[in-house]
């Protein structure tokens, strides 16, 4: 294993030393450096500190644990590869991630998911174990959202305006999430055994992650929540 101490690094000579590494590399004293492995495939990512915007952009199979906070973009543009926050995530979390999984073992900021999207045989996965801010999902085109809202302390799970511009995709929201203001172009109902059965495969990756007992997160209603219209911009374009 190769261990990197990153308090004298910028995010371009830490980049540089990423990608002169193979298998296994421990990052050090990270301190807000900017695209992480991004791109990257073939390294197991280990970071000790708060790594900065962009924290693995584009990565391409690489995987990556955070053992603190992460900033903004977190798995921005994402194909392929797993992301696990032990902390928090900023805002703008999986946008236009295409593939691979993030982990969230705490709360997400705002616009977490926009622009998600399944691309062939890829189906992105984003996980947060708390809360969400608001707009999550925003024009979410494809792949999973899963919020679990565990130890909110009484905050909603989701902030105002979830699923904006929905078009595709899927999101599931522990609890019946009467409370929520949901647009008119998605559907909310509450999941059924198939659903149930299908999020397992999700909630059980989070709970051997983050040591949680998987029978205690089930243990609640969840609300699926789909797009109810293929095309529901279809009246912006097309004349009656």
Do not use: W
């Amino acid at each position: 294993m190769v261990i990197i101490n990153a308090r004298e690094l910028d995010h371009k000579a830490l980049n540089e030393k990423l990608r002169e590494n193979h298998g296994e590399v421990t990052i050090m004293d990270c301190c807000g450096q900017r695209f992480i492995a991004a791109g990257m495939s073939d390294l197991s990512i280990t970071i000790y500190g708060v790594p900065g915007n962009a924290l693995g952009a584009y990565l391409n199979g690489a995987t990556i644990t955070v053992n603190a906070n992460a900033q903004d973009a977190v798995g921005d543009t994402m194909n392929d590869g797993e992301i696990v926050v032990y902390g928090d995530i900023g805002d703008v979390a999986g946008y236009a991630m295409r593939g691979g999984r993030i982990f969230v073992r705490g709360n997400a900021g705002y616009r977490a998911g926009i622009h998600m999207k399944a691309y062939n045989d890829k189906v992105p996965v984003l996980v947060i174990g708390g809360v969400a801010g608001s707009f999550l999902g925003e024009y979410q085109a494809g792949g999973v959202i899963v919020v679990l809202g565990l130890e909110a302390d009484g905050k909603r799970i989701v902030g105002n305006f979830p699923c904006t511009g929905m078009h595709g995709g899927k999101m599931f929201l522990r609890g019946n999430c009467r409370d929520i203001n949901f647009p008119g172009q998605v559907t909310a109902r509450a999941a059924g055994d198939k659903d149930i059965e299908e999020l397992e495969t999700y909630i059980s990756e989070y709970c051997r992650i983050f040591d949680r007992d998987i029978k205690e997160v089930l243990d609640s209603p969840f609300t699926v929540v789909t797009p109810d219209s293929k095309n529901p911009y279809k009246q912006m374009y097309v004349e009656n």
